[in-house]
């Protein structure tokens, strides 16, 4: 049993029917609630419901405040290889992109974290693209051991693993892992992702299941807005969710929020997703899972992360580099998208305290993941 | 009012109110609060803490004044995982006291009662002052008391929930029973919470949450205190009964004291 059987007993365009169809009077009636249900997250996400996104939004806020009380948590990616055997349409790193290919080498590793620890993070997600032969699981694990005694939590965003290589980092160090399904839609799927081992739909549909076999203590979901639409998506997403919180049930998860933006080789978004309809989505899932954690990257502008503090979301990165040695080592290599919010991490942390908010840089133990 | 001091192993507190570290909006606003409220043991999570770092903000900020700090071992899921945790406390910290939190489940935070069993044997035997957040369970509190925990510290409700004292049967059968004081941690969401579990008999409250985020956690540091201390003051001076029925005021049965 994986996902994959509660997967196929939905259907795309008959989801797609259902939430176009909702009426403003069952919106009103999901909100009279107390506990949100799938049934009824499709309700909140329907066009029905957009008059009604500042009670959302209300409703988000209180729940988020009581839940995670007054902070928000810091963390930021460091591109370790822009080096990536697969095509995928909207990707900087996609394999048919003919630019300059990196991987960083240990000492410019080391490099990037001096600076990274500088700006006072804690908490560090690796990311490399899938190319096997340079940066697979050893590369990977390499990285881990490398940096581990600098870091209380270390996350990773790569190609889909093993259940086996999974454990294998994790008995290393590893906190998280974060694994976009990229959109639900199979057939869009195979269009954006012809070539490389990324184009199997559903060995990438099946990972977070083999991490929650490996015991891991954080998986990050998502789906990438724009290749389809994003309210069919985001409900497979929280189908997603709610499967794997009940048979992973030690695993804790987080839900991110990527919408396409431009990069070399770039590819318009098929379907729009407006900052209205993002925050809807926000608060739809706070509204669903008040424990799920909500990130929000530097991919979105300086206004609209300045008030989604408000509205539910838990953690977010600053002052990102997408490329490999962004932070100190090459800052002209291949970035894999553009960032919007280009505050530094200090004015970041400012904007954070001065709405209230506390930041927190540590919130883990790397301890309770390496006593064995 | 009669002194009435609370005693956990070595120490005594004049407060029956604990507080917690999480959820404020700043350190500065969590000592603040913290101090108005004249808690004396506050718990800190081992996995907010930089132990590396000599001046972590946290722990500057609660320094000194009368404030005894007691590491959380919130985080891990087994036993194995709580003491390398307790033991990493101990010394970082230099307590050997260690509030011991093992929740596999990261949505609830429900604590794993077969796991801090096993972890609170194993850390008395170690030399730990132990204090199990566990569910209401009556028997696990025998159970812990037997292994020498020395209170136990079971839940009024789901943790952050703020919805008071939902285990209310079973609290009651725990500090019935109990030879060790007892501590309602979790749920506690209102002052009038804290003072009706105090009226029940509980021995002290630990409350985070409520505090740390309402609108101003100085002022409800202060409500909370003054709750608890209404509640162990009234607890003392014994609740007059709950009746179903009228009380006659011209009983049927009084010519017989005119006969005898």
């Known amino acids: 049993m994986s996902f994959k059987d509660t997967f196929e007993k939905y ?42 996104i500042e009670q959302m939004a209300q409703r988000s806020n209180a729940i988020t405040r009581k839940r995670f009380g007054n902070t928000i948590q810091m963390y930021i990616p460091m591109y370790l290889s822009n080096e990536c055997q697969n095509i995928c349409t909207y990707c900087g790193f996609s394999m048919n992109n003919g630019i300059r290919r990196k991987t960083l080498s240990d000492a410019e590793i ?35 051991d490398l940096i581990r005694s600098q870091f209380s939590n270390i996350s990773i965003e790569v190609q889909p693993l093993h259940q086996q290589e999974y454990e294998t980092l994790i008995s290393s160090g590893l906190y998280a892992v974060l694994v976009y399904q990229e959109t639900y839609h199979k057939a869009t799927y195979k269009t954006h992702h012809p070539k490389g081992k990324k184009s199997n739909f559903d060995y990438r549909l099946d990972t977070p299941d083999r991490l929650g076999k490996a015991g891991i203590h954080k998986i990050g979901l998502g789906a990438l807005f724009g290749l389809e639409d994003w ?19 030690k695993t804790k998860y987080s839900i991110s929020f990527p919408r396409l933006r431009p990069h070399q080789g770039g590819l318009d978004p098929k379907v729009e997703m407006t900052d209205t309809d993002l925050v809807q989505l926000i608060c739809a899932y706070r509204l669903l899972d008040e424990d799920v954690e909500l990130s929000l990257s530097t991919r979105e502008s300086e206004t609209f992360r300045n008030h989604c503090i408000h509205l539910g979301i838990t953690s977010i990165s600053a002052e990102s580099k997408t490329n490999p040695g962004g932070y100190s080592v090459e800052s002209e290599s291949l970035e894999q998208f553009e960032i919007s919010d280009e505050r530094t991490t200090d004015q970041i942390k400012q904007m954070i305290q001065s709405q209230g908010y506390e930041v927190v840089w540590k919130d883990w133990s790397k301890s309770y993941v390496s006593v064995d | 009012m009669t002194t009435d001091i609370l005693k956990i192993a070595d120490k005594t507190f004049k407060s029956r109110l604990f507080t917690g570290t999480g959820k404020f909006s700043s350190t500065n606003k969590m000592r603040e609060a913290i101090l108005a409220s004249e808690s004396e043991l506050v718990t800190v999570a081992l996995k907010r803490v930089d132990l590396e770092k000599e001046s972590d903000d946290m722990l500057v900020h609660l320094n000194g004044s009368q404030i005894n700090l007691l590491p959380n071992t919130s985080g891990v899921r087994t036993a194995k995982e709580a003491i390398f945790a307790a033991e990493l406390a101990r010394e970082a910290l230099q307590t050997n006291w260690v509030k011991l939190e093992i929740h596999p489940d990261p949505k609830y935070l ?41 209170c136990v510290m079971p839940l009024g409700a789901p943790i952050g929930s703020n919805k008071g004292i939902k ?81 006659a005021s011209s009983p049927l049965t009084s010519f017989l004291n005119d006969i005898n």
């Open chain 2, 167 to 247: 285990t209310l049967d079973f609290l009651e059968i725990i500090i019935e029973q109990s030879k060790v004081p007892v501590i309602v941690d979790a749920g506690i969401g209102a002052p009038s919470h804290a003072a009706f579990a105090m009226e029940l008999g509980a021995d002290a409250v630990l409350v985070n949450t409520a505090i740390a985020v309402s609108q101003n956690p100085v002022d409800m540091g202060i409500a909370f205190k003054m709750a608890v201390e209404a509640g162990r003051m009234a607890y003392n001076a014994k609740l007059a009964p709950i009746k179903n029925r009228a009380e």
């Open chain 1, 110 to 144: 080391l490099k990037e974290v001096t600076h990274i620890k500088k700006l006072g993070y804690d908490h560090i997600l690796l990311v490399t693209g899938e190319a096997n032969k340079t940066v697979g699981v050893p590369y990977i694990k390499h990285a881990i």
């Open chain 1, 231 to 249: 309210r069919v998506d985001s409900f497979y997403t929280a189908l997603h969710l709610k499967y794997l919180q009940k048979t992973y049930w």
């Open chain 2, 110 to 150: 429900l604590p794993d009662p077969i796991e801090t069993l096993k972890a609170a044997e194993e850390l008395v035997k170690l030399g730990f002052v132990v204090m199990p957040y566990i569910h209401a369970d009556p028997v696990l509190c025998k159970r812990l008391e037997d292994v020498g925990v020395p």
């Open chain 1, 11 to 52: 259907d795309w365009s008959v989801l797609e029917k259902e939430i176009y169809e909702v009426t403003p009077q069952e919106v009103e009636k999901v909100l009279l609630k107390d506990k949100i249900e799938l049934e009824d997250f499709k309700k909140l996400i329907s066009p029905a419901a957009k008059p009604y």
